[in-house]
T-cell receptor, first 113, second 113 residues
Framework: TQLLEQSPQFLSIQEGENLTVYCNSSSVFSSLQWYRQEPGEGPVLLVTVVTGGEVKKLKRLTFQFGDARKDSSLHITAAQPGDTGLYLCAGAKEETSGSRLTFGEGTQLTVNP | SAVISQKPSRDICQRGTSLTIQCQVDSQVTMMFWYRQQPGQSLTLIATANQGSEATYESGFVIDKFPISRPNLTFSTLTVSNMSPEDSSIYLC??????????FGPGTRLTVT
């Protein structure tokens, strides 16, 4: 059973379009992280959200943590080819140690010029 | 954040042999982890490397197959023992300071023939 469901799994869009990636669970998480991974590299941490309803912005990326801390979304405005990569959400559950993460299945984003 | 390096970056090994992967962090960290990932897919946690004690393995992973060492707060090794083609994967180490965030190495791409 996958604790974190990510959707969509694949997304191919044109440069300049907007997109949203979703990360959902029936479990409550203490925090949720979003990572981006490019081929041949390890995941790179983009953001951590810890408070229900929290919204964080990183340039053209907007991250939101659900009020109940069970879900999160990543919205990219005016996508660029440099945004191409595998996006992964990861959650830390309250009953486990803060550092142990559960990863979603990932969303492979391709932004075409 | 922490900068993490892994060696080797890739290797091709024959079935039945063993490979030891090294993970070096540029600063002392509380937590170190080992993951496995198929290209373009999510990460699966193998174990938590504990400094000075035996690693904590996730369900489906055992010490005889994946022995782990962590002699100090900046270094860990993962050995993939008695390899089979099913062990072909990307192996990633990560580090954290006991909070929610983890920082990843670039990964080791293993192919078993």
């Amino acid at each position: 059973t996958q604790l974190l469901e990510q959707s969509p799994q694949f997304l191919s869009i044109q440069e300049g379009e907007n997109l949203t990636v979703y990360c959902n669970s029936s479990s409550v998480f203490s925090s949720l992280q979003w990572y981006r991974q490019e081929p041949g590299e390890g995941p790179v941490l983009l953001v951590t959200v810890v408070t229900g309803g929290e919204v964080k912005k990183l340039k053209r990326l907007t991250f939101q943590f659900g009020d109940a801390r069970k879900d999160s979304s990543l919205h990219i405005t005016a996508a660029q080819p440099g945004d191409t990569g595998l996006y992964l959400c990861a959650g830390a559950k309250e009953e486990t140690s803060g550092s142990r993460l559960t990863f979603g299945e990932g969303t492979q984003l391709t932004v075409n010029p | 954040s922490a900068v993490i390096s892994q060696k080797p970056s890739r290797d091709i090994c024959q079935r039945g042999t063993s490979l030891t992967i090294q993970c070096q962090v540029d600063s002392q960290v509380t937590m170190m982890f080992w993951y496995r990932q198929q290209p373009g897919q999510s990460l699966t946690l193998i174990a938590t490397a504990n400094q000075g004690s035996e690693a904590t393995y996730e369900s489906g992973f055992v010490i005889d197959k994946f022995p782990i060492s962590r002699p100090n707060l900046t270094f860990s090794t993962l050995t993939v023992s008695n390899m089979s083609p099913e062990d072909s994967s990307i192996y990633l180490c990560s580090a954290g300071q006991g909070g929610y965030e983890q920082y990843f190495g670039p990964g080791t791409r293993l192919t078993v023939t």
